[in-house]
């Protein structure tokens, strides 16, 4: 009973594994949250506009550098930079989850 207990609970991390897009989207994300944040707080036209136009280039770039490592019963969240791959999350039964310091990372960004 407990093999097909562990055999049920391992087949479906497999077939629920998030697909890349679901990391691109997880990414994105975190990038338009900060990017709204920005927006509202910020008073300028100019500065909007600029804002908004750098957002859709990040969004441009995570759509070309985001990238998943399938393990089948889990994947990882990479991003490529410069011929250069980090570890940035991971997904598992549906969900990805990224690593607080991408989002510090964004957050930093956006208050200098």
């Known amino acids: 009973m407990t093999i097909i207990i562990f055999a049920a609970i391992v087949l479906?991390?497999?077939?629920?594994?998030?697909?890349t897009e679901e990391h691109?989207?997880?990414v994105k994300?975190?990038?338009?949250?900060v990017v709204q944040n920005s927006v509202s707080e910020n008073t300028s036209d100019m500065e909007n506009f600029g804002v908004?136009?750098?957002?859709?280039?990040?969004?441009k770039l995570v759509e070309n550098?985001?990238?998943r490592d399938?393990?089948?019963?889990?994947?990882?969240?990479?991003?490529s930079w410069k011929g250069e791959s980090r570890n940035i999350g991971y997904g598992v039964?549906?969900?990805?989850?990224?690593?607080?310091?991408v989002?510090?990372?964004?957050?930093?960004?956006?208050?200098?």
Not at 29 to 33: G, L, P, Q
Not at 52 to 59: D, I, P, R
């Open 52 to 59: 908004l136009l750098g957002s859709s280039l990040v969004e």
């Open 65 to 67: 550098s985001v990238i």
């Open 29 to 33: 994300s975190v990038v338009n949250r």
């Open 12 to 19: 479906i991390a497999i077939f629920i594994n998030p697909i």
């Open 70 to 79: 399938n393990y089948l019963l889990f994947s990882i969240t990479k991003i």
């Open 93 to 101: 039964f549906g969900n990805v989850f990224l690593s607080d310091k």
């Open 103 to 112: 989002k510090e990372a964004f957050q930093d960004k956006e208050n200098n």
């Open 24 to 26: 691109k989207q997880a």
